[in-house]
């Protein structure tokens, strides 16, 4: 299990380092999961679906932290108590942002699954004879 936390706090340190460096505007943690995602693909591409026991002990520390996730939003509720008054004067701009993007997002998603579809439907009528 130490082994996996390690695996992930080493690959959220080189993202973090890497984020910095170059000034990019993704977060550390962003870019190590990324990394984290690349490295687990490449070495199913060659050792196959055989899990290790590094892959076990990543397995345990993400149930882990998964187990304890409610605890890691004390700090946003903090925060958000924190700014009461400025969630008061302007929550009902905030409110008709969040329906909108929700809108928006949801529209954006079910045009991109239509379109996929299609493509999808076009390209098994070309393999057929």
Same mark, same amino acid.
């Given at each position: 299990?130490?082994?996996?936390?390690?695996?992930?706090?080493?690959?959220?340190?080189?993202?973090?380092?890497?984020?910095?460096?170059?000034? #990019?505007? @993704? %977060?550390?943690? !962003?870019?190590?999961?990324?990394? $984290?995602?690349?490295?687990? &693909?490449?070495? =199913?591409?060659? /050792?196959?679906?055989?899990?290790?026991?590094?892959?076990?002990?990543?397995?345990?520390?993400?149930?882990?932290?998964?187990?304890?996730?409610?605890? #890691?939003? @004390? %700090?946003?509720? !903090?925060?958000?108590?924190?700014? $009461?008054?400025?969630?008061? &004067?302007?929550? =009902?701009?905030? /409110?008709?942002?969040?329906?909108?993007?929700?809108?928006?997002?949801?529209?954006?998603?079910?045009?991109?699954?239509?379109?996929?579809?299609?493509?999808?439907?076009?390209?098994?009528?070309?393999?057929?004879?």
């Amino acid at each position: 299990m130490i082994q996996g936390f390690a695996l992930l706090l080493g690959l959220q340190l080189a993202g973090e380092a890497i984020s910095r460096f170059f000034g #990019l505007p @993704v %977060p550390g943690p !962003v870019l190590g999961m990324a990394f $984290l995602v690349a490295g687990l &693909a490449v070495k =199913a591409s060659f /050792a196959g679906p055989d899990p290790t026991a590094t892959e076990a002990s990543l397995g345990r520390v993400a149930d882990g932290l998964i187990g304890s996730l409610s605890i #890691l939003f @004390v %700090p946003a509720g !903090v925060g958000v108590v924190q700014y $009461l008054d400025l969630l008061a &004067a302007q929550g =009902a701009a905030i /409110a008709t942002t969040l329906v909108v993007t929700t809108v928006l997002t949801m529209i954006a998603t079910v045009a991109t699954f239509r379109a996929i579809k299609r493509l999808q439907g076009r390209a098994e009528e070309e393999e057929t004879p």
